[in-house]
């Protein structure tokens, strides 16, 4: 079997993507690819912001501040990199984060938004774009804040001035069909615009199932290894 180059697997990705859009009869410019570059170098960032990618996901603090350091010594394209935080944030970690990040997805708990409150006081005219982290299992230990509490969360979120919140976020469980995930996160997005119309944004979707996420409204993918292969 013949090995597809990283440009290769990007272009086969951006077709789906279409394709996709267009059998739900979505805009392709309103869906926004996020290439999940955790547990690749520096290099490989470099050589996707080369190919026209400027979006970059990352769920380690150490490892994504490291590369988004390396990344900004080393560009030499023409676009910048716009870092996606994607995965559980220790709150000891919120300070660093906020200094390469523009968009949480993984705001999972009301600590976590003490301490980005806190943390972001410090520089008044900074400001971060984050989505709700919903916990679609019901399992306390995976983290996320339950669907029949997200209004009441996303109120909190709503009064921190230097959030902007652009809706909610799922992770589709290992088992079973994604279907009835990405059902729960169209429902509480439709919840969650009663209160917020502005905070309209889901992201949603991974390497696996992209394709369903876009028929269910997905306007921001979190798309790892179909692009950058296995590690
Ligand atoms: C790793 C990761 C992804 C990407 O997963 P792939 O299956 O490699 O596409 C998306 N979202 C989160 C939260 C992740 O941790």
């Given at each position: 079997m013949t090995q597809l180059t990283l440009g290769e697997r990007l272009t086969e990705v951006h077709a789906r993507i279409a394709k996709a859009a267009q059998s739900a009869n979505r805009?392709?410019?309103?869906i926004q690819l996020v290439i999940v570059?955790?547990?690749?170098?520096?290099d490989l960032v470099l050589e996707l912001l080369e190919l026209g990618e400027a979006n970059f996901g990352e769920n380690k603090d150490q490892e994504a501040s490291a590369k988004a350091e390396q990344v900004k010594l080393r560009n030499h394209s023409a676009s910048e990199p716009t870092w996606h935080f994607v995965g559980q944030l220790q709150s000891n970690k919120v300070r660093s984060m906020l200094g390469?990040?523009?968009?949480?997805?993984s705001l999972d708990r009301p600590s976590l938004l003490s301490e980005l409150v806190k943390q972001l006081a410090k520089t008044p005219e900074s400001r971060l774009d984050v989505f709700i982290e919903l916990?679609?299992?019901?399992?306390?230990?995976?983290?996320g804040i339950l669907p029949e509490n997200l209004l009441s969360f996303a109120q909190s979120v709503l009064e921190a001035k230097q959030l902007n919140l652009l809706g909610v976020m799922g992770v589709a469980g290992l088992?079973?069909?994604?279907t009835s995930y990405f059902e729960t996160i169209a429902k509480a997005s439709a919840e969650l615009r009663t209160i917020a119309?502005?905070?309209?944004?889901i992201s949603a979707g991974m390497s696996g199932d992209y394709e369903e996420a876009i028929s269910h409204g997905a306007t921001h993918l979190r798309i790892g290894t179909a692009i950058t292969g296995n590690r």
């Open positions: 805009q392709l410019d309103e570059s955790k547990n690749h170098p520096a390469y990040c523009k968009v949480l997805h916990n679609l299992t019901g399992d306390p230990g995976r983290g088992t079973g069909s994604p119309p502005e905070a309209k944004f």
